[in-house]
């Protein structure tokens, strides 16, 4: 009886063991804070999809919202939660718009407040000051602001910041938070890149600016590995919002990817030789697919915490994107999709002198 004990006993430890493991990293996994933060532009304009939602198409994001056991909350809870200084809800979403167009005072707002969903309106200051005619006023970005809208900073000139000399971007940031004090007086905390695009000297610089967060558009969820001065968002418009995309993407988890190589977003080699590098492993990441701007396999050769991808041909020039899918196994999130995006500038010539400085 003993020895059988002892036989059984040895023969379940491997299997013991496994488990041991395997609990501890999805309860690894479940601790770290994770949100997904969602991008629009334009409401019910239809003339403009490539940066529209359409109507129906927002109130089905809503109801997806409401009935898919998520919690909207504000931007800054994200950014605090991933500082390691609050924790999160299961299944945070935060809510974004970009720009300031006169629909998200008609029609985006209206919704999102009978929802009870907090917004951050991320605003380019010089078009405000101007006085362009699609896009709010101060005085009704201050209106918005005191119904509970959170106000950002996008920029002044809403240039192309990595065609900017590192003095012209400190000159942009310079002359937004003018025009912020004097409109609102106050300097927003968050930051969102025009375009989502931005080298790390920009990333730098808003940082040293004192914001306390900044964003890109790229896809994926938001988790504490990310450079909290290039978050990634879901940009959303009539063809990516559509209601099966959007109730996959307001399910993703972050994949663990701790440093990404070339970190440099603008890229000097195109293609590039990338590799994201993991911070832990999930069991099934020998099902990772990644894929280039152009739906192309980026073919991931995966060894251990490793991740090379490999473009078999050049990015296209500009803006150039992308994404890495993981399918979750483990039972707390089974089904749902670990996502990583990540954009990177293609087809600026920057051999042999900072980025920056080439473009002056
Ligand atoms: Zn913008």
């Known amino acids: 009886m003993k020895t059988l004990f002892i036989k059984l006993w040895a023969a379940a430890l491997p299997l013991a063991f496994g488990l041991i493991s395997y609990s501890q990293h999805t309860s690894a996994l479940a601790a770290e804070p994770s949100a997904v933060i969602l991008m629009y532009h334009r409401f019910g304009e239809g003339a403009l999809p490539s940066t529209n939602i359409s109507i129906p198409q927002l109130e089905d994001h809503i109801t997806a919202l409401r009935e898919g056991g998520h ?9 605090a939660a991933l500082r390691g200084e609050r924790t999160l809800p299961d299944k945070a979403i935060a809510i974004t718009v970009d720009d300031a167009y006169r629909s998200f005072l008609n029609q985006g707002w209206p919704r999102f407040k009978a929802a009870g969903f907090p917004v951050t309106l991320f ?3 010089e078009g405000v000051d ?12 201050r ?20 065609s900017l000399s590192n003095d012209e971007v400190q000159q942009d940031l310079r002359d937004m938070k003018a025009s912020f004090e004097s409109a609102l007086g106050k300097v927003p905390d968050l930051y969102a890149f025009p375009y989502g695009e931005a080298g790390l000297a920009d990333t730098a610089a808003v940082r040293d600016a004192g914001f306390t967060a900044a964003f890109g558009q790229h896809s994926g969820a938001a988790g504490p590995l990310n450079d909290p001065f290039y978050l990634p968002r879901f940009a959303l418009n009539e063809s990516f919002g559509n209601a099966g995309r959007f109730r996959l993407i307001i399910n993703t988890l972050p994949l663990p990817v701790a440093d990404i190589s070339p970190p440099e977003p603008v890229l000097v080699d195109n293609p590039p030789a990338m590799s994201l590098t993991l911070a832990e492993s999930l069991p099934n990441i020998s099902d990772l697919t990644c894929f280039g701007p152009r ?7 995966i060894d251990g915490g490793q991740v090379r991808l490999t473009p078999s041909e050049p990015f296209p020039a500009g803006r150039t994107r992308i994404n890495c899918t993981l399918r979750s196994v483990v039972p707390e999130s089974e089904g749902r999709w670990h996502w990583f995006g990540w954009q990177m500038i293609a087809g600026f010539k920057t051999e042999g002198a900072p980025v920056h400085s080439r473009f002056q």
């Open 71 to 79: 919690t909207v909350v504000p931007l800054d809870h994200v950014v």
């Open 123 to 125: 605003v380019a200051t």
């Open 130 to 141: 101007a006085g362009y005619r699609d896009l709010l006023s101060w005085t009704e970005i």
């Open 143 to 162: 209106d918005l602001q005191a119904e509970g809208v959170t106000i950002g900073a996008h920029s002044h000139t809403h240039a192309h910041y990595v």
């Open 295 to 301: 739906g192309q396999s980026l073919a991931p050769a």
